[in-house]
């Protein structure tokens, strides 16, 4: 991803510090752009909890290198394991929701325990950080060449005509490393000069779809129009949607899928309409344990002020105002879940699969329960 025609990651070590880790600062975004530099566990705890980062893969991959920022703390304790487990735990409880957190977590737990010095250790730790980073990137590049096949069709079926794609909240390059989850098919067909548009859910409680979708797409130049969420099944009716692709932040081996908050309505609004359904995302996003979603994955539910204040960019600086009654109660669930049926295919790196426990483990057998 570029901005301002430079390349950037979300995430990186810092070149001339390798034990600090460098980042993007979302929550200043559109408005300002802020790199943050993290030197302890705890401050990626933070940053993780506090959604300095976020999305499913870049959640794992800030855990992933919170797990070598331990290891470098862990070199001078007493018991490097020890610090190493409490590390674990304390990165674990920052999200609940994203699978991509613990298995970045036990990833770096399982190579990090090969080692059988305390450099072999803190080496490890670092080069599996890079992996899973690199790994991230690389997957959602191959999501956008499987995605771009799924774009091209529908316009080879309307020739001359631009595609619409509605997405929700940001499945982008700033949930990911790079490229994005449901943003790399589209910036694949953008890229090759397909007619393309995009509905963008501004996805209320924090804006994620108005504030860093739009910013994204502004960025790579990819015609696209902000709409409230409500408005998406209106659009729906008049046939202004071709297509709908939505990220992921955990998806079961059966094929129901978590998400932000209102992608089960725009699920149900698509099936309604006879509208193509894709969930885009990498394997580290899929729960090999779970196969109920509805019943076993873990909704988060975040702080009340997200629902009762609203922030934005007024003269010159970065606010917040109160939208609802301060006595009213508020209720900020973060994540819903789309049973299978709903979803047309799913989009990952190998390729698109139907939402379902066959097909999904055809395309990933080495998991298949």
């Not at 659009?235 to 129901?256: F, H, K, N, P, W």
Request: hydrophobic share 40%.
């Amino acid at each position: 991803m570029r901005v301002g025609g430079k390349h950037f990651r979300t995430i990186w070590l810092k070149p001339e510090e390798q034990r600090v880790v460098q980042l993007i600062d979302q929550r200043f975004l559109p408005h300002r752009f802020v790199i943050e530099e993290v030197r302890s566990v705890e401050q990626m705890a933070a940053a993780i909890r506090d959604m300095h980062v976020r999305g499913a893969g870049l959640i794992g991959a800030s855990a992933g290198y919170g797990m070598y920022l331990a290891a470098n703390e862990a070199a001078s304790r007493n018991s490097f394991d020890d610090h190493m487990a409490r590390a674990a735990a304390q990165l674990k409880a920052t999200r609940p929701t994203a699978v991509n957190l613990s298995w970045a977590v036990e990833r770096q737990l399982r190579h990090i325990a090969a080692g059988k010095t305390t450099d072999e250790k803190m080496a490890l730790a670092l080069r599996n950080a890079e992996l899973i980073a690199d790994e991230d990137a690389e997957h959602c590049r191959m999501i956008g060449q499987h995605g771009l096949r799924v774009i091209r069709q529908i316009a080879e079926q309307r020739p001359g005509r631009t595609v619409n794609v509605l997405t929700h909240c940001n499945a982008g390059w700033l949930a990911f490393v790079d490229y994005g989850s449901a943003t790399a098919p589209i910036y694949a067909a953008h890229d090759k000069g397909l007619p393309l548009h995009v509905w963008v859910t501004e996805t209320r409680p924090r804006n994620q779809g108005s504030k860093l979708t739009a910013w994204e797409l502004g960025q790579h130049g990819v015609a696209h129009t902000v709409i409230a969420d409500s408005a998406a099944g209106h659009l729906m009716q008049r046939g202004e949607v071709d297509l709908a692709i939505v990220g992921s932040d955990r998806t079961t081996y059966t094929g129901d899928v978590a998400n932000k908050i209102g992608t089960y309505l725009e699920a149900v609004a698509a099936k309604a309409n006879d509208i193509p359904f894709y969930v885009a995302l990498p394997s580290s996003s899929l729960d090999w344990q779970m196969r109920d979603g509805l019943k076993e994955i873990p909704i988060e539910k975040r702080g009340v002020d997200e629902i009762k204040f609203a922030d934005g960019w007024f003269d010159g600086q970065q606010i917040a105002v109160r939208i609802a009654p301060d006595e009213s109660p508020a209720a900020n669930y973060g994540f819903d879940v789309t049973p299978r049926h709903l979803v047309t295919g799913l989009i990952t790196e190998r390729g698109v699969c139907e939402a379902n426990e066959n097909s999904i483990c055809a395309l990933f057998p080495e998991h298949a329960p």
